[in-house]
């Protein structure tokens, strides 16, 4: 297949577009480098650098010769939506709103999007199934969640087989792939920062109704979390948008993750308790037996140690720890 991958440059989607790449499809990545990096576009990869709202003008008549789309790009920042929902109207829901409109002109069908968990919001029944009720806390999730409608409207109007893919805690890495966000608000690569001596790691709340006191998650390793978009490619059905959690069905609190950081770095960390951040569930933990079902999609990789110790390896390559 020839996939365009929008983010491709990011996080997860460099590393959606290696194993696309590995499977043996061509890779087009769109992303405008706003928070990812040219150097993680895999080689083999093409790379077009601009905004997913410019497809059509970027891309010309070459966009008809995709046969899917793969929609990962999108800011992400939970307090920054807070600040300026505006820019997550702007970039998220107006930028897929054109890219749509743009694959829909072409004739690519296939689209595949990265939603999210924040699209619940304060789940009332843990694990979370897809047909719980969305009621996003903040504005990145409710941008998710337009964006995840815009999708279920387009599929019968414009032929679209569409999959909404709705990740909970992403983590890991692969090889030279990994979180390399800035500023950082994920758990695991701060603590893995304030393991190699970068500083004192904050818990938001001890004080929440859970064993320990703290949050719990679902921590789903990056490249299960990349191998269910090859699976959802293959199974995406025209005229559709079928809605998947992607999660290991199983929480960990942030004491735990604390704890495996220390066993696999072997350091104690030096952390402070402050405030809750406003906005954040005591538990969300994902039941994926929907995508267990219909995208044969098994976690390969669901022990946390696995995944704390893939995130230290990619930490490390780039100098954490490294005094
Ligand atoms: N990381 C997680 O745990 C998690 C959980 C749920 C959902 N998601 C979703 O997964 C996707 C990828 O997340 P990530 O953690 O890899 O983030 P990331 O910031 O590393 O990647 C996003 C990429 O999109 C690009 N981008 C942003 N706006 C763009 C635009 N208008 N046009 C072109 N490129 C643009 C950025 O430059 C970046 O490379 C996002 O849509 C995010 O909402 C992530």
Redesign the pocket.
Known sequence: MKVLV??G?????SVVAARLLEAGNEVVV???????HADAVPAGAGFVRG???DAAGLLGDALRSFDAAIH?????LVAESIRHPELYEE?NVV?SRLLFDALASAGVRIVVF?S??AVYGEPDVVPIPESAPCRPLNPYGAS?LAIDEMLAAAAPERGFAAVSLR?F??AGAYGPYGER?EPET?LIPLALAAAGGQGELQLFGDDYDTDDGTCVRDYVHVVDIADAHLGALERAVAGRHDVFNLGNGSGYSVREVLLRVEAVTGTTLPVRVVPRRPGDPAVLVASAALAAERLSWVPRRPDLGVIVADAWAFARRRGVGAA
């Open positions: 929008t983010g440059a990011g996080y997860i989607g769109l992303d405008d480098l706003s928070t990812g905004r997913v709202h990962l790009a999108a800011k992400s970039n930028g990265s999210t968990a998710k990740y805690n992403v966000h994920h």
